[in-house]
């Protein structure tokens, strides 16, 4: 059967790159500075390339077809393999916590642009109805039948939704960007710096390194890339990454722009709502974040299942490829499909409802995107984008010559390790005070 083209594989990588994450970055903004904040947006993208290129090379050179990220980890350093598991589990059930977050803080303003709209004074709405407590509980109750179930069938719809909400989103920036002076309603414009350096610099910096996150899904699309030879896996990847680097230059400049030193950790809730235009775009990433959840926890759970099989030493994996914002990837492709003793129904739904009341419990706890994303951005954007495919790519060619790729291999493993290190150190300190 043919395999897939350039431009299909592009739009699904694509798809899988932008996601919700991108609301935090004209915030990140307000650490850096315009001109500092897109230089580190073009760098991340041009670092996450590279790692994309080793991910190539390195599947290249092993014995038979790689199946997906965590064969490749499995077959350079089979030891190791437990360290995708302790990721990819901490990084999806991060994210999941981002998605309660931000559906808690924009339901109170969508029921305000519905009450509007009526004719109504918000005031007339009970108080209790605007609580963020009551939203992020009606969002983890309404999502959850579909988090206790065993397989998730095809999602692509989901990245459909990412896609129309991003439009959407790209449209009410753009909107209140040109007409702001003639809006009552926005808030107050705070000062804009081309360059601000400072301990805020750091803690955001893996925002926007989490915004490119997707060595875990690459393999997926060179496998079923047609005649994926190194010259057309590089043009999906650069153009992929230079496609998500474009949009997300224009949230953050824009969003930037916009409200200046003022753009808070989530870019949509600063526009008012008043209005059932600024209203259905709130409530389209509440959608977004609905479907995704479940798409989140999966992968996050089924992690942490292996990682517990792996220290009882029956280290059997889950059959998913599924994790972070991987909304395309097609179910059934992993590689991992070996003979296991599912859990219980009891266990499986206690590890479910451990990992949903864990997670809403941070994300009533810290009302802040930017932490968050700053947590699962130093610890598993670093790990997954750059420590591990410098690492992958070492182990591989450890007997071979010392190229150049291998010298560099090793600068992005340390940058990972570094920015991990500084930025973690960072976030936890801004958690603390």
Known sequence: MPG??????????????IGAGMLALPHAYTSMGWCL?????????TTTNYALYLMKLSCDAVEGTVTDFYDLV???MPSYVWVIDLTIGLKCWGVTISYLIISGNLMPQVLASVVHAMGFHTDSVPEVLYSKFLWTVLVLVCISPFCFVRQLHSM????????GAVAYLLLIMTYFAIF?????????KGSIHAVLLSFDTIRTFPIMMFAYTCAQNIISVYRELDNCTLKRANTVTVSSVSASAMVYLFVGLVGYATFG???????ISMYPDKSLFVGFGKLAVVFLALTSYPVQLY?????FISLWRYWQRDAVRLPETMDEQAHLVPSGTGSRSSTYRPLSTWSWNALTLGMMLSGITVALAVDDLSIVLGFVGSIGSSIVSFILPSV??????ANGQRTINYSLSMVLGAYGVIVMIVALAANINKLLT
């Open 299 to 303: 992968p996050s759970r089924a992690s």
């Open 392 to 397: 992958i790519y070492c182990c591989i060619f």
């Open 180 to 188: 702001a002076s003639n809006t009552s309603h926005m808030p107050e």
């Open 37 to 45: 904040g897109s230089i580190l947006l073009v760098f991340c993208a």
């Open 74 to 76: 499995l077959r350079a």
């Open 261 to 267: 030193s003022h753009a808070a950790d989530n870019i």
């Open 156 to 163: 692509s719809i989901v990245g459909y939704i990412n896609m």
């Open 4 to 17: 897939a083209s350039i431009a299909s594989s592009i739009s699904g990588l694509t798809n899988t790159l």
